[in-house]
């Protein structure tokens, strides 16, 4: 395994956080980025097990103490820690919600077209458009930018894509 002491660990899950189905989508993220880098998924279960519970902050340990699990030996598989983590943050996605977000998401005044494109595709994440998924995007930048010539010159190329749309705006 590689030196545990090159690589800083996840950075503590915020849980005090009013979005911490995001908080907790993100350290997901950066663990699973820590496991491959440090060799770590090559480990045991349990042993993953306890250097995720090393890093995810007190706050976190605290709420992993009251999980319920069908036994002790799910408690040190880091897979359903994982998932009863996943279930007491995230739960069942609400798809239309989600999709409400997204279609109602338009770029702020001051809000630079990277940034506005950032959270389009943050937010289309969770709306199960499967492969739908650029088109929509596609539709999202042209609906949703600031800029009225812009949006202009998009409704007018024939067979844009999502590429198109970008390179343009």
Same mark, same amino acid.
């Given at each position: ?7 800083p +660990? ?12 995001? @908080?907790?989508?993100?350290?997901k ?14 480990? @045991?279960?349990e042993?993953?097990?306890?250097v995720?519970?090393? #890093? ?6 605290d ?31 609400? !798809? ?13 005044? @001051?809000? @630079?077209?990277?940034?506005? +494109?950032?959270?389009? &595709?943050?937010? !289309?994440?969770? #709306? ?9 995007l ?12 812009? &949006? &202009?010159? +998009? +409704? ?6 999502l590429?198109?749309?970008?390179? !343009? #705006?």
């Open positions: 395994m590689a030196s545990q002491n090159n690589i +660990l996840p950075t503590a899950l915020k849980i005090k956080s009013s979005e911490i189905a995001t @908080s907790w989508k993100r350290f993220s950066q663990w699973s980025n820590y496991e491959l880098a440090t060799d770590l998924a090559a480990e @045991s279960k042993k993953r097990t306890a995720l519970l090393t #890093c995810i902050g007190n706050e976190a340990y709420v992993f103490q009251t999980l319920v699990f069908a036994d002790d030996a799910h408690r040190k598989d880091i897979d359903h820690v994982i998932r009863a983590f996943d279930d007491h943050w995230i739960g069942e996605t609400n !798809v239309t919600y989600e999709r409400y977000l997204l279609n109602k998401r338009v770029q702020e005044p @001051s809000e @630079s077209f990277d940034s506005f +494109l950032s959270e389009l &595709r943050r937010l !289309v994440k969770s #709306c199960e458009y499967g492969q739908l998924e650029d088109s929509i596609k539709d999202r930048i042209v609906i949703g930018i600031t800029e009225d010539a812009t &949006r &202009r010159k +998009l +409704l007018q190329l024939r067979r844009l894509d590429k198109m749309a970008i390179d !343009v #705006c």
